[in-house]
């Protein structure tokens, strides 16, 4: 398609306010959402009435002959004083480790969550239709996050039952009688981003609660609104303030209950910058424990072997899928010189192949960008690297409208582009050249992250090698294919400033745990005791019960 018939495509892209069907729209004729205000703690949901801010779509619309973002809705700008309400709500709830959740059996908790799974299944047009509208999602992939956090939560239940079986074993060792269960840390305050608002918030927030920690979970700036339908299921499904959802300034809202010292457990997904920050915070930073998903630079590393064809395909999923707003794309790839020119060519021409859209429009992968001045961000990291030698690939990048940037392959970036080591979170793709494996080593040896890398080839000898050193610099290496979370039953993380902890079903479990022990000399009188405890079904953390 010529160049100017896409430049007119896209200066078209935004609809007139009256031609929304109504099977994507979230409010009749143009409208807005009317429960932005609502929040959640001490098991109430509340209606904010004081100061709040409005919630713009990326989407925009032509009304009354003028083209902006489309209001949505307003939420509640809450304050500090709301936000230690909604800690002190939770501290209540674990009352020194005292609390009717911490101290319930398993299976209690898991008859919980599985209530909330219920309710949450009820909402999932309307989760959806926020999704597309707030954070600028396709239809298809808002589906798939709902989809995908549904099924998260089943198969967090599922790996909890295998946990507690293993741990109803009591164990005898030098003479000690033993059982060894997963006790809960205390309060933890759950924060998640805005590119995975509800999955991403729910793989820290699930897993806290269902092992026993009251939570406060803090909403993204982008994304908040599609939580408000499941601020009833979570009232309904848990104990009073075993779940409180707040939003606001993180300034505002976040540090303050991370200074009372209250806040045992710290799951934040986002900049390495703002978690240093609210770790600094912390009065105790010893009590505090953190599982943090944050930055990323990603590089793909393209062998003068590789299957081109296969490449490209993973390296446009890798590096585009949503926008290119995921901590886990590709960020930087790194090709051979001796097929640099036809990797580019075939590249160019696939993500130019792309088709765009708004987010409801069936087969839309490109979609505009949430974040405000976005567009403008990326379209000044591509200046940088033109300014410095590199040039637009593609025939269509860097074309633009609004909040819409039509992605970029920018080649050949240099270590003198900030394209060469900011992350870019965006639709842009920066193509090096290299004659030799250690200019690639050099920079992920040097880089400030260390999420993973994908290496495409097929030579054992090369790859085998590369793989050795790859896997003490980044925690995941994907042989021809693109980088990506899951499946959620592998390990999530990094090294350097890339993550704290590691997240995967089991291993959130442990993260929001710890092993907490009965011990007792292996004679007749404590054989009798734990034999009338279990009989008689006195405690809870010691029992034999199995659950199926």
Not at 5 to 17: A, H, N, S, W
Not at 134 to 139: D, L, M, P, W, Y
Not at 276 to 297: E, F, I, S, Y
Request: hydrophobic content about 45%.
């Amino acid at each position: 398609m010529p160049v100017a018939e896409v430049k007119t495509r896209i200066d078209g892209l935004f609809p007139r306010i009256e031609d929304i069907p109504a099977t994507a729209d979230f409010a009749p004729n143009g409208g807005t959402y009317a429960d932005g205000d609502l929040y959640l703690v001490d098991g109430e949901v509340r209606r904010w009435t004081g100061e709040s801010q409005e919630v713009t779509s990326p989407v925009c619309v032509t009304r009354n002959g003028a083209v902006a973002r489309r209001l949505l809705g307003r939420h509640a700008a809450l304050s500090r004083e709301e936000a230690l309400g909604a800690l002190a709500a939770a501290t209540r709830a674990f009352d020194c480790g005292r609390g009717t959740w911490p101290t319930m059996k398993v299976g209690g908790r898991i008859e919980a969550v599985q209530a909330f799974v219920a309710a949450m299944q009820k909402t999932r047009e309307e989760v959806v239709r926020l999704l597309m509208w707030e954070i600028g999602k396709t239809r298809s992939d808002s589906e798939k996050e709902f989809d995908r956090t549904i099924q998260y939560m089943l198969e967090t239940v599922e790996a909890l039952k295998e946990l507690d079986r293993t741990a109803g074993r009591f164990s005898r060792t030098g003479g000690i009688l033993a059982q060894i269960r997963r006790a809960p840390l205390g309060v933890a305050l759950c924060m998640g981003p805005f590119n995975y608002p509800l999955n991403e918030t729910f793989t820290t927030l699930i897993p806290a609660i269902i092992m026993g920690n009251p939570v406060v979970a803090k909403l993204p700036r982008f994304g908040m609104l599609c939580q408000a339908p499941l601020l009833k299921g979570f009232a309904e499904s848990f104990p009073k303030g075993v779940v409180n959802v707040i939003n606001g300034e993180g300034r505002a809202v976040a540090g303050p209950l991370v200074e009372t010292g209250d806040v045992a457990a710290l799951a934040f997904i986002g900049s390495a910058r703002v978690a240093n920050t609210l770790k600094k915070q912390h009065p105790r930073p010893n009590r505090l424990r953190c599982v943090l998903g944050l930055d990323a630079k990603n590089p793909a590393i393209v062998l003068p072997d590789a299957d081109l064809d296969l490449a490209v395909r993973e390296c446009v999923l890798g590096a585009l899928s949503f926008n290119g707003q995921r901590c886990t794309g590709l960020k930087l790839l790194f090709v051979h010189r001796s097929i640099a020119d036809r990797f580019v060519e075939r590249l160019s021409s696939a993500v130019d192949a792309l088709p765009f859209g708004l987010p409801w429009e069936p087969g839309v992968k490109l979609t505009p960008l949430p974040e405000i001045d976005k567009a403008a961000t990326m379209q000044a990291l591509v200046d940088d690297a033109v300014g410095k030698g590199a040039q637009v690939a593609n025939r269509y990048g860097g074309l633009a409208n609004r909040t819409f940037f039509f992605p970029a392959v920018v080649y050949p970036v240099t270590a003198q582009m900030s394209l060469f080591s900011v992350e870019q979170f965006g639709p842009v793709v920066p193509v090096v050249v290299y004659d030799d494996l250690a200019e690639v080593m050099d920079f992920i040896e040097n880089s400030n992250y260390g999420q993973q890398a994908s290496v495409f080839g097929h030579d054992a000898k090369v790859v085998g090698p590369l793989v050795d050193v790859l896997a003490n610099q980044v925690c995941r290496v994907n042989l021809n294919a693109q980088s990506q979370r899951g499946p959620d039953a592998y390990p999530f993380t990094g090294r350097k400033d890339s993550a704290e902890a590691t997240l995967s079903i089991s291993d959130a479990l442990r993260c929001f745990s710890i092993r907490s022990m009965v011990a007792a000399p292996e004679d007749g009188t404590n054989r009798d005791l734990l034999r009338d405890i279990l009989l008689g079904r006195t405690s809870n953390f010691i029992n034999t019960d199995y659950l199926f």
